[in-house]
Structures are given as structure tokens and as C-alpha cells.
């Protein structure tokens, strides 16, 4: 949150916090309060319907929506930024992304079949910028049968083109125990990546 707040383009956060935890979840957000307008709002048991619950608090007139993990929580300032900057630029949807470094395979029952071309495999990170309008559209009549995990899938599902600027390693999502450990490694050791912030 402190990133977030502290990003150039970032006017009002709306976070979608766990049932019951709003109250907590707020005064946990009372020291960027000041920084930026602060919404919480309850979130769902799936991500889309948390992503559609905070979606329905964001004023009407915000043209530049932004969907961001919590657990990517040491993604620099300029990131935001650079998504920001690059709806504003005429980008429908923006993801950043970074190339995978492992060989991925396609597994089934156990068993490999298939190995696509590491090339063109990129791991998509969030903060996901989008063009309001289009990202209300897709929440409101969500593809159906998808097997949604980001923001950015149900766009291209729907048939926009979604673009793919730099993402950052410090962008890693804590989601295992040994994510937790880097975290602490890079706050203990490391400056943010990329100082770029809002003046
Ligand atoms: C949106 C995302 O971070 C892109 O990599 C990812 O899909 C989120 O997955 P989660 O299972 O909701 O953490």
C-alpha cells in the first residue's frame, strides 16, 4: 500500500479485504490514508467477484482502473506508473510481465504433452491497467467457462488486445513460505528497484 500510494497517477485505492476484517483492515490503512482516497470493501470467495465488488466502489468518473495483488506487495512505485502511463498512451489493457526463466510443460495425468516455446511464455504480474469502461464491460458480462486467475484473461477472452509492459522482480507474489523469506531478504537488504515516484 505504501507503494501503491506513493505512485505517480494513483488518486483513490479501493482494497477488497476478507469478510469481517474491514474495520481492521482500515485502521491498518490509516497512515496512506492521507496520501490518496481510501476505500475498503468486503471481497468474495473467488477473485473475480472481489475484483467486482471493489470495481462497484470506484467512483464514476475514474477513467484508469488498476487490479493489484496485495501479495505483490514490494512492486515499486514505477510500475504503477509505467501501467498508468501506458492506458493513458491509448492501451485498452496493460499487463506487466516478465519472461519465464524455466522450461514450462504442459502436464496431464502426470505426464508430459507438451513443451511450448519459452519465447513466447511471459510470467503476467499485476498492477493490470485497464480502461475503465472496458474493465466494467467484462465484469459485467464475464466469458463464460473461463478458468479466471487475472483481469487481463477475461479482456483477451473477450476479444481486446492486451499489452505487455516491463514488470520488475521485486514484483513476486508471497504466496509460499519461501516467498516470505525473499521478502524479508529484500527488505532487510535492498533499495526499491526503481526509485520513480510521485513527486
Ligand atoms: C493476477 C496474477 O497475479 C497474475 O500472475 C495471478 O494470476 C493471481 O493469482 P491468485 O491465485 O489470485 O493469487
Redesign the pocket.
Known amino acids: 500500500m505504501h507503494a501503491l500510494s506513493r505512485a505517480a497517477g494513483v488518486d483513490v485505492v479501493v482494497v477488497a479485504c476478507p469478510p469481517g476484517s474491514s474495520a481492521r483492515v482500515t485502521s491498518l490503512l490509516a497512515p496512506v490514508a492521507g496520501r490518496c482516497e481510501v476505500h475498503v470493501v468486503e471481497g468474495a470467495p473467488d477473485?473475480q467477484g472481489s475484483v467486482r465488488a471493489a470495481l462497484d466502489r470506484v467512483p464514476g468518473d475514474v477513467d484508469v482502473v488498476l487490479?493489484h495483488?496485495a501479495?505483490?506487495c514490494l512492486t515499486p512505485p514505477a510500475v504503477f506508473a509505467d501501467v498508468v502511463r501506458a492506458v493513458r498512451a491509448g492501451a485498452r489493457a496493460v499487463?506487466p510481465a516478465l519472461p519465464v526463466t524455466d522450461t514450462i510443460k504442459q502436464v496431464r495425468g502426470g505426464v508430459v504433452v507438451g513443451t511450448p516455446d519459452r519465447r513466447e511464455l511471459w510470467?503476467?504480474?499485476?498492477p493490470?491497467g485497464f480502461d475503465a469502461a472496458l474493465l466494467r464491460a467484462v465484469h459485467a458480462d464475464p466469458p463464460a467457462g473461463l478458468a479466471v486467475?487475472?483481469?487481463?484473461?477475461m479482456v483477451e477472452a473477450a476479444g481486446h488486445e492486451v499489452l505487455v509492459v516491463p514488470g520488475s522482480e521485486h514484483a513476486f507474489?508471497i504466496?509460499r513460505p519461501i516467498d516470505l523469506l525473499l521478502a524479508e531478504a529484500v527488505l532487510a537488504g535492498h533499495a526499491p528497484e526503481r526509485a520513480e515516484e510521485a513527486p
Not at 149 to 153: L, M, R, S, V, Y
Open positions: 477473485r487490479v495483488d501479495a505483490r499487463v510470467a503476467v504480474q499485476t493490470q486467475t487475472d483481469d487481463a484473461g507474489k504466496t
